[in-house]
């Protein structure tokens, strides 16, 4: 027989394994798809600093399994998201207008874009209070976490593009529909076109040139296939949902992991656009010199007809988002996110162009007023 004083600390340890086992056995690994080739800075660092940032912040409850784009990319985004195929995954609101015109009213105002960091704070604190937009996405079994923004959108070609007489007729793919109208104002024919498709589309010369940032000349290897870029700031993309999560994922999570969800995805965003709107964009000019492709200045009478355009189409953008979407009181929502767009430029001025002070000003200032037992319930 086994002795008494044996046999307790035994049963103590045995007791301590199994803990440890069924602590083990709650963790959860997510599905989670960037929708994007890993090159592009929305898997990495976007996704590759949410998995790691959320592991941490759950002592390893909530962990994530990236996948590729032969399983889910942009453009199935939605319904793997609303089947549960995937449980966290970049989504662009953009490519559904019809589905989400509240969030795209001022999704598509791309033109604003001065500060990539600000347009994604900007977004943010706009979605989180914009009680139709949570509407729409609770619609899509959709919860929403955080935005982020690209660089500066330039024209890339494979023609000379710096005037708007070697505009008029050109092909370009463009990325939403405020930059439809703004090349159809300057008398370019707008292309819609996948963004992941974009390099084909230039190589076959099915158009000669795409309105996009600078950096996917690294993101889709563009110095292959582009000869100009036109340096003319064209703003941000910025309808984005970095991480979208899929409603039975977020459902089942307790306040605190939701909670988690939401600073990993708040941290990933400023350091995507800090990746994406700043560093790449710097690299991607380096890579351009290296491959010739010359860099072209917009001609005055070009940066005149832009600026007369975004007067014209913020009134306009209201107007169509009433008429066609049946969006109420569009012109004061857009008001309401120009102060947003000039709150967030002014507090990046302050804390300085750094992801990890934009991203505390923004938990700080939008998510320390949210109650995580009923936001995206």
Not at 105 to 111: Q, S, T
Not at 274 to 283: I, K, V
Request: net charge negative; hydrophobic share 40%.
């Amino acid at each position: 027989m086994m002795h008494r004083s044996l046999l307790t600390p035994l049963v103590i340890a045995v007791s301590l394994g199994s803990l440890a086992f069924a602590g083990q056995a709650q963790a959860r690994d997510l599905r989670m798809a960037p929708g994007v080739p890993p090159a592009h800075p929305a898997y990495d660092p976007m996704f590759t600093e949410f998995a790691e940032r959320l592991a941490e912040k759950t002592d390893g409850e909530l962990t994530g399994n990236l996948l590729g784009t032969e399983v889910a990319n942009i453009g199935n985004m939605r319904n793997a998201l609303r089947s549960g195929m995937v449980e966290v995954g970049l989504f662009l609101p953009a490519y559904f207008p019809a589905d989400l015109p509240e969030f795209n009213l001022v999704g598509d105002l791309a033109l604003l874009g001065t500060n990539p960091h600000a347009m994604g704070a900007a977004m943010t604190e706009y979605i989180v209070t914009c009680g139709e937009c949570q509407q729409e996405l609770k619609k899509l079994g959709i919860v929403y976490t955080s935005s982020h923004a690209s660089d500066l959108y330039r024209i890339l070609s494979t023609e000379p593009a710096s005037s708007l007489d070697d505009l008029q007729g050109l092909r370009m793919r463009v990325g939403g529909p405020q930059y439809s109208r703004w090349a159809e104002a300057m008398g370019i024919s707008p292309a819609s076109i996948p963004v992941g498709e974009q390099y084909e589309a230039l190589s076959q010369g099915v158009i000669e040139g795409t309105i996009a940032s600078v950096a996917d000349i690294i993101s889709f290897r563009l110095d292959d296939v582009l000869n100009h870029i036109t340096d003319i700031q064209l703003g941000t993309f910025h309808s984005t949902i970095s991480h979208a999560v899929g409603q039975q994922a977020w459902d089942s999570f307790s306040p605190e992991q939701r909670k988690a969800v939401v600073e990993s995805s708040v941290e990933a965003s400023a350091a995507i656009t800090q990746r994406w709107g700043y560093e790449m964009a710097d690299e991607a000019r380096e890579i351009a010199q290296e491959s010739d492709i010359e860099i072209l200045e917009p001609d005055p009478e070009l940066l005149d007809a832009t600026e007369a355009f975004l007067e014209e189409d913020l009134t306009y953008a209201a107007e169509q988002a009433e008429n066609r979407y049946g969006v109420e009181d569009a012109a004061s929502k857009i008001e309401r996110f120009q102060g947003l767009v000039e709150k967030w430029t002014g507090i990046v001025e302050d804390v300085g162009e750094e992801p990890e002070a934009v991203a505390e000003a923004m938990e700080r200032e939008i998510w320390s007023q949210v109650d995580f037992s009923s936001y995206g319930t």
